[in-house]
């Protein structure tokens, strides 16, 4: 069992020496993430550059990670994903000591900004496959720690643009890189210092080479229908809703109201996904999907509030209804891929998972300013947020998706001892379980990762 899986009032408790140290290296390095488009937008444009600088220095890095997070997950199963992570946190470390210097002497060069931004998409699709894995293994209760990453990283959202400019106002947008930098510092530092509990025997994968380990987690993933399924309706959501809202709702807003007011519908927004990471800290749905597809349909609430045109009190609080309904869902379906999906795969299905959540939010970008041009900004908005009910109910329409019942659900709170059974029953193959969890322990990892980690 995952240590710190103990109980506390007939409830598991998460905490524990190491659960608490990455969920500091989370918490910091997201900090730190949040910050850097202030560093940027501020950095290029200060030294020249338009705002077509800017999109292509941050499309640089999101290019890099969708591209290439794949095979950071067979990369994540095959090695220690603890020394990846280590490794992809201290890339980006010197990555961006090296962007604050170039800041710092005032010789700024589009081609080098981008390139560093490049290598931190390539870090990161090393260092994000990983996070999957790792919190099944540290604490028993897999959903009350994705909620409690989900709060620190929604607390620290809220806090790193405001730090970000506080630093750029008294100091330089290369200090802000510096302090970019030390974050990734710090979250290396945390996972040096965790140590990750012994895995149990016999779950140690058979590796048949990396392009036979790839075809593996391409057949796992669409072994399972509730899996790939999830992900191709909210490919949808990606270019209808989500990804037009960003530029458009900034646009509107900026326009109308003011850069205070569009801050403030951001805060909200922050504020909105640490109620729902609160949440789902206590709220435990038997059909988890279900649920979160429930909670899914509040996110209609921040396009529609902006494209109807409402005070800005009212699209502050249509802007905190959809962060939380999106924050408790993001919970439900992490956790979901965590405990229900074999652990010497988690890595490649999650790298799957975050590749396809990705893909489309490009196009939905791209696409914002022609339909606006054709249709007007507030009717791209409104029909984003009635997209937003047709990808809930094309959710709720698949079996697979609706039906999933959580992998806990029949076995009670979680074993008090390392003799204690994980948690979830399910057919003795496992492979392509729609309805449940597969019969490997939860918290295994691979026999080689005990001497690695």
Not at 149 to 161: K, Y
Not at 197 to 206: E, K, M, V
Request: charged letters at 10%; hydrophobic letters at 50%; glycine letters at 14%.
């Amino acid at each position: 069992m995952p240590s710190g899986a103990g109980l506390r009032g007939g409830e598991s408790s998460i905490w524990s020496r190491d659960f608490g140290l990455f969920f500091g290296a989370r918490a910091v390095a997201k900090l730190g993430d949040t910050m850097l488009p202030v560093a940027l937008a501020a950095g290029l444009l200060r030294h020249g550059h338009g705002a077509g600088a800017v999109g292509l220095a941050m499309a640089a890095t999101t290019v890099c990670f969708a591209g290439l997070v794949i095979f950071g997950g067979v990369f994540a199963d095959r090695f220690s994903t603890r020394l990846l992570m280590i490794g992809a946190d201290l890339v980006r470390l010197g990555a961006q000591a090296l962007a604050a210097v170039i800041f710092f002497t005032g010789h700024v060069v589009l081609w080098q900004i981008c390139a560093i931004g490049a290598v931190n998409g390539a870090a990161a699709a090393l260092f994000q496959p990983g996070v999957a894995s790792t919190v099944p293994r540290l604490a028993a209760d897999v959903q009350k720690a994705n909620g409690a990453i989900r709060v620190a990283e929604s607390t620290a959202s809220l806090a790193g643009p405001a730090a970000a400019g506080v630093l750029v106002g008294l100091a330089s947008p290369g200090a802000v890189f510096a302090a970019h930098a030390a974050t990734y510092g710090v979250s290396a530092l945390c996972l040096l210092l965790l140590r990750l509990p012994p895995p149990r025997a016999g779950s140690q994968p058979h590796s048949e080479g990396f392009r036979a380990d790839l075809v593996q987690g391409w057949r796992e993933f669409r072994a399972r229908t509730w899996l790939w399924g999830v992900i191709a309706v909210y490919s949808v959501l990606m270019i209808t809703t989500i990804g037009p809202t960003v530029p458009l709702v900034a646009t509107l807003v900026v326009q109308d109201h003011g850069s205070g007011a569009y801050g403030l519908v951001n805060s909200a927004l922050g504020a909105g996904t640490v109620i729902g990471g609160l949440i789902a800290l206590r709220l435990r749905p038997r059909r988890m999907l279900r649920a979160g597809s429930f909670a899914l349909v509040a996110n209609c609430a921040f396009p529609v509030s902006v494209g109807a045109g409402l005070d800005v009190p009212l699209m502050a609080a249509g802007a905190a209804v959809a962060g939380a309904g999106a924050s408790f869902w993001g919970v439900m379906w992490a956790t979901s891929v965590q405990t229900q999906v074999p652990p010497d795969v988690l890595n490649r299905i999650h790298a799957y998972d975050v590749a396809g959540s990705l893909a489309m939010l490009p196009v939905g970008q791209a696409l914002a300013g022609p339909a606006a041009s054709a249709f007007g900004a507030e009717a791209v908005l409104i029909t984003g947020g009635a997209m937003t009910v047709v990808v809930v109910l094309a959710l709720l329409s698949v079996p697979a998706i609706r039906g999933l019942v959580r992998a806990d659900a029949h076995t009670g709170p979680p074993a008090t001892s390392g003799q204690g059974k994980a948690p979830g029953p399910g057919p003795a193959s496992g492979h392509g379980s729609e309805r449940g969890p597969v019969a490997r322990p939860r918290a295994h990892t691979r026999t080689s990762d005990l001497k690695r980690d």
